[in-house]
């Protein structure tokens, strides 16, 4: 581990050509004027030719260009085709339709977001999710998370979003100007900083709660001169990530992993669609007091685990090892109680 920092702390701030044949044919006698005459025929028919209706524009999901986020499909991970021309941002995605070339699945946005689980358009499947996933998928908690909900992890050593903002700056300066996903983003707390910092040329607010989507969308409808143009909203799993490999350069989740049913399917996800070089940070609970080295703590968590669908940490050194196993290297952490920040980066090439 390459560096731990404990206790209480100030977070720093920181026109085709001719062959050789075709021109020999082309000066012969007596061929001249019959290959003049085809060729007259063949522009009459281009220029009289009409369309009868309108062509649907078609564009390739890249890396590059407003609102481009290279988006590809979660069921197979080729990049998806926007059938319409327009960017595809937040408060633009009604009516936005994607398309797999590969899986021949379309998937839509609405008003506030788009749907790009691989669930998405089905009509009587309906996946059910742990308990600690489908909780913040409630209207209730989904209003409440940052109505007095999040303001409560005080008590548990988060020194509160601004500052913990101001800390996950000093990991990702190596990535600034890059594109950016806040995972499991909940209401927007984080998505609105980033975007607001100018940090970031993208940054991409994913969450599997349809209602957290709505209160992200409402809280930055409220924001004035807020850059909208540079937040896309999407509704994802974090372990079927819509995004090809190797294209982002930096994934942010405050205050998420231990509501992740399977964090080392998340994190793996994550080091796929990192660039080289890219950056993972990440916020949560470490419960390592003086009752975890009884033989019957590790039983009492996995049933924990396996109940609620929440993941709980007892060391740093287990967190370290979840990011490496997953390909990620350059692992630091620091610590305040039983909050942590933690970041590590995926290899560069």
């Not at 524009?57 to 290279?70: A, D, L, T």
């Not at 988060?158 to 996950?168: C, N, R, S, T, V």
Request: aromatic share 12%; with cysteine; glycine share 8%.
């Amino acid at each position: 581990m390459n560096s731990v920092i404990t206790g209480n702390f100030r977070p720093a701030f920181f026109p085709s050509q001719l062959s050789k044949n075709s021109a020999q044919f082309l000066f012969r006698p007596f061929t001249t004027l019959v290959f003049t005459r085809s060729l007259t025929a063949k522009v009459r028919a281009f220029v009289e030719t009409k369309p009868t209706a309108p062509i649907a524009v078609e564009k390739e999901e890249s890396g590059g260009g407003s609102g481009s986020c290279g988006l590809a499909c979660p069921i197979c991970y080729n990049l998806l085709m926007v059938i319409t021309d327009s960017p595809i941002y937040v408060g633009s995605t009604v009516g936005t339709n994607l398309q797999c070339n590969t899986c021949k699945k379309t998937y839509s946005g609405t008003q506030t977001h788009l749907d790009l689980v691989a669930s998405s358009g089905s009509k009587q499947y309906d996946e059910s999710m742990p308990l600690a996933t489908e909780l913040f998928r409630t209207p209730v908690v989904s209003f409440l998370y940052e109505r007095g909900w999040r303001q409560n992890f005080v008590f548990g050593g988060f020194p509160g979003p601004e500052k913990e903002f101001d800390m996950a700056k000093n990991y990702l300066k190596r990535v600034l100007g890059g594109k950016i996903i806040d995972a499991s983003c909940g209401s927007g707390m984080f998505t609105r900083l980033f975007a607001k910092s100018g940090l970031f040329s993208q940054v991409i607010a994913l969450d599997y709660s349809e209602n957290m989507l709505r209160q992200c969308y409402e809280f930055i409808k409220q924001e004035e001169n807020f850059p909208k143009e540079k937040v896309t909203l999407v509704r994802a799993d974090i372990s079927r990530l819509p995004f090809e490999s190797n294209s982002i350069d930096a994934v942010h989740a405050g205050a998420a992993l231990h509501c992740w049913p399977s964090p080392s399917t998340a994190v793996a996800e994550i080091s796929r669609v990192l660039r080289p070089g890219g950056v993972f940070v990440a916020t949560t609970y470490i419960f390592d007091g003086p009752f975890t080295f009884l033989p019957f703590v590790n039983t009492f968590r996995q049933n924990m685990m396996g109940i609620a669908g929440s993941y709980f940490a007892v060391s740093e050194r287990e967190l370290e090892d979840l990011c490496r196993t997953c390909g990620l290297v350059g692992f630091t952490c620091m610590r305040n109680g039983p909050f942590v920040m933690i970041s590590a980066r995926k290899r560069s090439s």
